[in-house]
């Protein structure tokens, strides 16, 4: 609970001198950095790299400096995102832990690679956060959540907040939630897309034209999900609203609960999260081999 009711503090002054760095251009690296620099960050204080120039144009656009150097990112900066594939972690990391001093915040968004193994690959009493966004993200509207490491202290993760505010929702959490927030929100997204998707199917079988029923659908999607986040209300008070007695919407959800769509969600999740578990222990075993 203490953890949720962390308020958020923000430093625009700091902010704005902090130097921040990526380690890989992909699209979470840029989602990342679009939201920072809709924030207090100066893209001339960003940098990124990645082995070859095919990503590196939007980063360009952003005004973000880009190298094919790892070792000048981290010389030249104080919060360094790692944001490579998993299995390329242990690569990155011992090709530049003689560069990190304990003046760098180290956040890896590698999806299973642990707190304890980014520790072990980096300097003794290095300062690492994981971190878990979702590719909304890339519109400011993600759902982040991280968990300090053993040396991070609370005003790292302060200034994290801080720092990833424009990417959408922030929240700290215990590292045993990570691949909750992955199953939930990670995967989640495609949970909803298919749900968006079967809504617009619905109504190109009831005879409207799919280009509008997809417009449509998004467009639902988008509002109930911003008037559940703005009213603050539990879905299931919104959803009684909706329910005129013997009206449509309760036919409706009454054909949606025969199909076992509340049981099969929450499954969903709970699958999800134990892959998550499972790719994370292989991720784990794979780097102490
Ligand atoms: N995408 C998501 O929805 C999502 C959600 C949560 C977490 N994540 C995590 O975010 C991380 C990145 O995912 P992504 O989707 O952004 O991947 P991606 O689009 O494939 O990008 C990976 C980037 O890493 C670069 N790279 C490869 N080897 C490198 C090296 N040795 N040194 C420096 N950079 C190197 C690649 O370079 P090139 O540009 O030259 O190919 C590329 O720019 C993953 O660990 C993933 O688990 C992703």
Redesign the pocket.
Known sequence: VLYLLAPIKMDPEMDSQLKIGF???????YGIAKGILSGNVLPANVKV????S??FGRFQELGITVTHS?IEVVCGSDVLFV????H?VQ??LSEISQHVTDRHIIVS???GVTLATLEELLPENSVAIRL????PCVVQEGALLFARGSHAKQEDGALLRSLLHRCGLVEEGPEAWIDIHTGLS?SGVAFVYLFAEALAEGAVKMGMPSALAHSIASQTVLGAGRLLRDSGKHPAQLRSEVCTPGGTTIYGLHTLEQGGVRASTMSAVESATERARELGRKATAGSRK
């Open positions: 380690i890989g251009a992909g699209n979470m690296a790299s990645a082995p070859s095919r990503n790892n944001a490579v594939k998993p390329l690569l990155v968004v590698a999806a878990m966004p979702n590719l990670g």
